[in-house]
């Protein structure tokens, strides 16, 4: 590493020491805080050193060096600094001090972080508590460290206006009180004990997170009146101002580790006042060893519940974020935007297991057989134009369009059983004894088989415990066991056995046809007379959208008369990820393209980016061409509303979402019906506020020579053409 490479990592992981403390990256809010804590200049510089310190001792022992950069390393050491420089003089000995306590810390967050980490449990600020203890414990025995008087604030010293104006401010507003003990609370978490400190910290979280500011005041509130109306002992919260525990619990618990909602923010009705027993327990034992309490109700409760919740047999209602983004709001919209995008998804993508065009003639709870344990099941046949299953006078088992047609396996798989040999029907008759028929049974993963019934007899392709591949011919359409005429019964279950209970499961992409319109389904149950169909790709759309890693797509770019040339290389993450990367932009967005359809998953970085309006425009793209269906989706809302409008909405989003994003995509035109040269398709990402359309962005794509040939944007901001290098 070269010494801007370090001189970055220290810096950026300074700032998330500061900001990790507030469950936040935000660098802006990092700055302030760093600003706060030099209230008091011994503890704002001690708190420094104690990071530098853990950062030089990780690169030592050769740490994750993202984890010095997000401040995982660090934020608690950050703690011991500033706790320490607040009570110690700034001398000689305490640089001693400072420093051993330093490698303390960082020596309990690797432990704990390793001990927790294995149960999937944050290590908070134990660390800090754990070597704050010892300091207090031990530091009598050494007589070169002077206390230092906790009141005097170097700041205060200088500029005494500053600080008695803002109290005097607050003191002729309603409940001054309460406001004097949330602003000092909020100051508290860094060891500053007044109203301008706590004005800060609280500006700073409202810019950072709106969610995060409100769970703040909500969170103290009901602390402050369960003390209140139980006639509690305020002193406990007077003393250090240790109220920060409802403060730090209700945004641990309302947002970043719980996705917040209506739910999260009435969780907080349970755990504020078990924080507020805490603190009247605890205080009576620590008390007797001169310990302050900090931070350890918040530490205990927040525990107990996650330990609890990874506890749940069904994850309902409280929802515990998946994949941390260090924003409440991030956790909020990006949890609920995939839940919209995402939430029929099923880890195994079962399709149809037939070709061409096919009606459901009996669906789940169907009319006749499809009942009780076993009413989770499909039929299906084919019909003309008249909607008759036969031609001629359909007295034959050849007259019927899908007998002896092609059976396919709807995933890949094992067959472990088969059940041949039995004979097909005569029209209108069935045989009971053998009710389902000539069978297949297909294993996809534990506890998930598919059935495939009324096959006909002789005519599987397969053996037993043969591995076949999704879409692979496994039999052909019959009419044997309980089977009037020919048809194939197709059903999930979780059994391996004929006659085995059957289950709801979603098939993964299918098409529907009404008046010659195409619908396109994801992840979708057919209904009855629904007539169904695969998708059937197309050449031109695969190859286009065809991004394997360590290719690179060079697009020359003109806007408001600029010409600039942009290029993005595919690579895939650690995590088997594929994501598009601007190295100009530094602009990150990652997709997803499983051979029917191409869709966008995140994007991370520039908004200004063309990588990103490239993000909204292609947010999800079939890649079938069919003339005039339409590919619906949701995306994010702060793709098409400015941040301020977005700000406002983050206040109430936990509990209604009167702002709205959405994608449409249609195909315009092919050249050629069947296996174009030319495509045309066009997309638009419309923000509705109260349903009302006040945004909206559109985009249409050509694409010629396998490629995406050219783009245009058209927005408020100005039209953007962009056309692909060869």
Known sequence: ??????????????????????????????????????????????????????????????????????????????????????????????????????????????????????????????????????????????????????????????????????????????????????????????????????????????????????????????????????????????????????ILTAIALGGFFIVPSRRSFLLLLLTIPTIALLISGLQTIFTQFNLPLYSLPF???????????????????????????????????????????????????????????????????????????????????????????????????????????PVLAPASGYVVKILDGIDDNKIGEVDLDNNWGNTIIIKHSEYLYSKLSHLKKNAIQVKLNEFVAKGSVVAYCGSSGRSPEPHLHFQMQTTPFIGSKTIAYPLSYYLTKNDDKYRFHSFDIPKKNDLVSAVETTSLLKNSFSFIPGKTLKFEILANGNKEIVAW?????????????????????YFINNGTVFYFTDFYGDKKSFLHSFYLGAHKVLMGYYQNIIIDDKILIDAVFNPFVKAIHDFTAPFYHYCKAMYNLKFVSADTEHNPSKIEFNSVCTGTFFNKEIQKINFNFTLENNKIAEIQVQSKKGIIVAKQLT
Not at 299 to 304: D, E, F, G, K, S
Not at 569 to 589: D, G, H, Q
């Open 569 to 589: 290389e595919v690579f895939v993450s650690p995590l088997n990820k594929t994501y598009l990367y601007c190295k100009k932009t530094k602009a990150t967005a």
């Open 1 to 246: 590493m070269t010494i801007k490479n370090y001189i970055s990592l220290f810096w950026n992981g300074l700032l998330n020491s500061y900001a990790q403390i507030f469950f936040s990256n935000n660098k802006i809010f990092a700055l302030l805080l760093l600003c706060v804590s030099f209230f008091d200049f011994g503890a704002g510089l001690s708190g420094v050193v104690a990071v530098l310190i853990g950062q030089i001792t990780a690169l030592l022992f050769n740490f994750n060096q993202d984890l010095i950069k997000d401040g995982t390393h660090t934020y608690n050491a950050l703690l011991v600094g500033i706790a320490i420089g607040i009570f110690y003089d700034f001398n000689m000995s305490f640089l001693i001090l400072l420093f051993i306590a330093s490698i303390l810390t960082f020596l309990l967050t690797i432990w704990f972080s390793t001990s927790l980490g294995r149960k999937n449990m944050p290590f908070l600020s134990i660390p800090f508590l754990m070597a704050i203890w010892l300091i207090i414990l031990g530091a009598d025995n050494f007589s070169a460290l002077s206390l230092k008087q906790k009141e005097v604030i170097s700041l205060a010293v200088y500029f005494p206006s500053a600080f008695t104006s803002i109290t005097d401010f607050i003191n002729g507003l309603p409940f001054a009180n309460a406001i004097f003990l949330y602003l000092r609370s909020l100051g508290a978490i860094f060891f500053q004990y007044n109203d301008l400190a706590g004005l800060f910290i609280a500006i700073g979280l409202l810019i950072n997170s709106r969610i995060s500011f409100v769970l703040s005041i909500f969170g103290f509130i009901i602390g402050y009146f369960f003390y209140y109306y139980l006639q509690g002992d305020f002193s406990q919260l007077i003393y250090s101002y240790i109220g920060f525990n409802f």
């Open 299 to 405: 530490n205990i409760v927040v525990w107990l519940f996650l330990s609890a919740m990874m506890l749940r047999t069904k994850a309902k209602g409280l929802q515990l974020v998946a994949f941390q983004q260090f924003s409440l709001e991030k956790n909020h919209y990006k949890y609920y935007n995939s839940l919209e995008r995402f939430g029929s998804d099923t880890y195994f993508h079962i399709g149809l297991p037939v070709i061409g065009e096919w009606i459901i003639s009996q669906a789940y709870d169907g009319e006749q057989t499809h009942k009780t344990d076993w009413k989770h099941a499909l039929d299906f046949q084919i019909i003309d134009e008249n909607g008759q299953t036969f031609k001629g006078a359909g007295y034959e088992l050849s007259d019927y369009y899908c007998y002896d047609l």
